[in-house]
């Protein structure tokens, strides 16, 4: 099947990171089909080695407090001393958008799939929310940072620690006015044509 004309290959040029997104943010239905679509991953295999963790209203309040209990765990393991600042950050960065999904790289020890080609998988499924969210009018943003390393944070939403976070994909409505320009990719050291020795 032919997928109409350039329909992908507009939205994968419009998606740009968008740092502060506002309401509206997707709706159930629309959510559902982002979601899906991240389950439309190619998944070697089918282990289906993923797991979305939808935050939206006081859920995403909630989960700033585990972000800066994180860090003030991170810190004290060092012997170094929290910033207020930081703290505030840390509980409050959630808010940069309405809706946040936690993409998560679910190990699921496999003999045949390595689990590169697993947490592989889980970063298409989150291109893929991105993309989505693109084709449906919504911004969005990649973020990771500490907490997506932090094996608190993993434990707070049922991972373990040969498990991964992929990202915290923020979605939500793009600020009118403030929309950057699509990718204008430069292919300029990237591409080779292979040939074989003469
Ligand atoms: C795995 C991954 C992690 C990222 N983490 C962050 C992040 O923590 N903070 C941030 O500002 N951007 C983050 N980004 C977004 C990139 O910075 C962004 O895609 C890049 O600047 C290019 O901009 P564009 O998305 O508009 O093309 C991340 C992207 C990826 C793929």
């Not at 509980?91 to 003999?111: E, F, Q, W, Y």
């Not at 973020?143 to 976070?165: C, F, Q």
Request: charged share 25%.
């Amino acid at each position: 099947m032919k997928v109409g004309d350039a329909g992908v290959i507009d939205a994968i040029r419009a998606r740009r990171s968008i740092g502060r997104l506002t309401e509206p943010a997707p709706d159930d239905d629309e959510l559902r089909q982002i979601l899906e679509a991240a389950a439309c991953a190619p998944d070697h295999g089918e282990l289906r080695p993923w797991k979305f963790v939808v935050l939206r209203g006081k859920a995403k309040d909630a989960f700033g407090e585990v972000l800066a209990d994180s860090y003030l765990a991170r810190v004290q393991a060092i012997g170094a001393s929290p910033s207020d600042g930081q703290l505030e950050k840390e509980r409050t960065k959630l808010g940069r958008a309405p809706l946040v999904v936690i993409v998560c790289a679910v190990n699921r020890h496999s003999d045949e799939i390595p689990w590169v080609e697993q947490l592989l998988a889980a970063g298409a499924a989150a291109q893929n929310i991105l993309l989505a969210a693109t084709a449906l009018g919504y911004g969005s943003m990649w973020r990771t940072g500490p907490p997506a390393y932090d094996h608190r944070v993993l434990h707070a939403i049922g991972l373990d620690d040969r498990d991964a976070i992929v990202g915290f994909i923020y979605l939500g409505a793009p600020n009118a006015g403030r929309e950057l320009p699509p990718h204008e990719p430069d292919l300029e050291d990237s591409v080779e044509y292979w040939r074989a020795p003469v």
